[in-house]
């Protein structure tokens, strides 16, 4: 029995509607079974089964060919990964959604928590200058994703302003 019809929450109902539009719009096998398999993957994203998630992101990432839809895949890899503490991993599944959609601001703001999450850890460990790259590297992803969404990520403005680190007009 697939997966949507276990789980009855939120992204059961929205992946009913999405598949009535693969049923509609035309599509390749390909690309249906690639949806299958990404929306298998939220649904057990959702349910904590992680690893039955990356299983599905995977699968839908080997047979997705469109960019803007690999971005995605490739974006909820990289919240997995930040789950569970794998940051490095994270950075570089974000890198690659980046690439293919680089006006995903999500993206940009999870960067940055990683980057100033290492930040904070190496003033922990008395390393002042490798804590000072981490947190440059954050404020260079923050001042992106404020570009993309100027309204949003109000508490990334203060900090850079409180540090002195961007000016906004």
Known sequence: MPRSRINGNFI???SIVANIL????????????????YRD??????????VEALQNYYEATRLEIDPYDR??????IGLIHTS?????????YYFRTLERNPFLP??????????????EQTIVQGDSEIAEAWFDQADEYWKHAI????GNYIEAQNWLKITKRFEFE
């Open 12 to 14: 059961d109902k929205t």
């Open 22 to 37: 693969l049923q509609i719009i035309s599509t390749t096998s390909g690309e249906k079974r690639s949806f299958t398999y």
């Open 41 to 50: 993957g939220m649904l057990a994203q959702s349910e904590g089964n992680y």
């Open 71 to 76: 971005s995605y895949i490739l974006y909820n």
């Open 84 to 92: 569970n503490g794998e940051c490095t991993k994270a950075l570089e």
């Open 106 to 119: 999500q993206a940009f703001n999870n960067m940055v928590v990683i980057c100033h999450y290492r930040g």
């Open 147 to 150: 570009t993309l969404t100027p």
